[in-house]
């Protein structure tokens, strides 16, 4: 099993339209959990960090946390071609390690 | 942008040579981490240098070496190339202020072929 799991998609919505974008982990003792966006050749980009359950907002995404589902998911919120990108899932800490681990991403196409 | 370097951008290499990657880390960072992204995959952990130690490694043989400089700059060295080693190189550095440990700013990247 792999420790963290995405939906390769491709998603695709329509401009204006909320994007979702889940995530599962397998090991529970995660305790940050990160979203990144990759565009096509370019090196991933920090979107939202939490470490928390619950919803956090910043602008037009938020990042959802549930650990004992083990599950984070990410909402965009009125989509933009412009966000069209790979977003990358990511976890650390558990088993005293604190390097992050990184899903395969979904990538996500947002059509006019 | 994060502030993270890598050189160079694109390198061509091929199969059985050695290659040496360099990456600068953002200003206040002392840790360094190198991934490898194979197309369509996620990045994968390489290893990782605090203060000029290893400080973790993944699954990958030795032939996969680092290096970091009291600047706090790294490279990542890989010597006998395989075709398997064309993947973007990723470099990101962190610094361990509380939760916020782990939080990884990338670099540009190095894309590396082998023929």
């Known amino acids: 099993q792999k420790e963290v799991e995405q939906n390769s998609g491709p998603l695709s919505v329509p401009e204006g339209a909320i994007a979702s974008l889940n995530c599962t982990y397998s090991?529970?003792?995660?305790?940050?959990f990160f979203w990144y966006r990759q565009y096509s050749g370019k090196s991933p980009e920090l979107i939202m960090s939490?470490?928390?359950?619950g919803d956090q907002e910043d602008g037009r995404f938020t990042a959802q946390l549930n650990k004992a589902s083990q599950y984070v998911s990410l909402l965009i919120r009125d989509s933009q071609p412009s966000d069209s990108a790979t977003y990358l899932c990511?976890?650390?800490?558990?088993?005293?390690?604190?390097?992050?681990?990184f899903g395969r991403g979904t990538s996500l196409i947002v059509h006019p | 942008e994060t502030g993270v370097t890598q050189s160079p951008t694109h390198l061509i290499k091929t199969r059985g040579q050695q290659v040496t990657l360099r990456c600068s880390s953002q200003?206040?960072?002392?840790?360094v981490s190198w991934y490898q992204q194979a197309l369509g995959q996620g990045p994968q952990f390489i290893f990782q240098?605090?203060?000029?130690?290893?400080?973790g490694r993944g699954n990958f043989p030795p032939r996969f070496s680092g290096l970091q400089f009291p600047n706090y700059s790294s490279e990542l060295n890989v010597n006998a190339l395989e075709l398997d080693d064309s993947a973007l190189y990723l470099c990101?550095?962190?610094?361990?202020?509380?939760?916020?440990?782990?939080?990884?700013?990338f670099g540009p990247g190095t894309r590396l072929t082998v023929l």
């Open positions: 939490i470490y928390s359950n």
């Open positions: 990511a976890r650390s800490g558990g088993g005293g390690s604190y390097i992050p681990t």
């Open positions: 240098y605090y203060r000029e130690e290893e400080n």
């Open positions: 200003s206040g960072h002392n840790t």
């Open positions: 090991d529970r003792g995660s305790q940050s």
């Open positions: 990101a550095s962190s610094t361990p202020t509380g939760v916020s440990t782990d939080t990884q700013y």
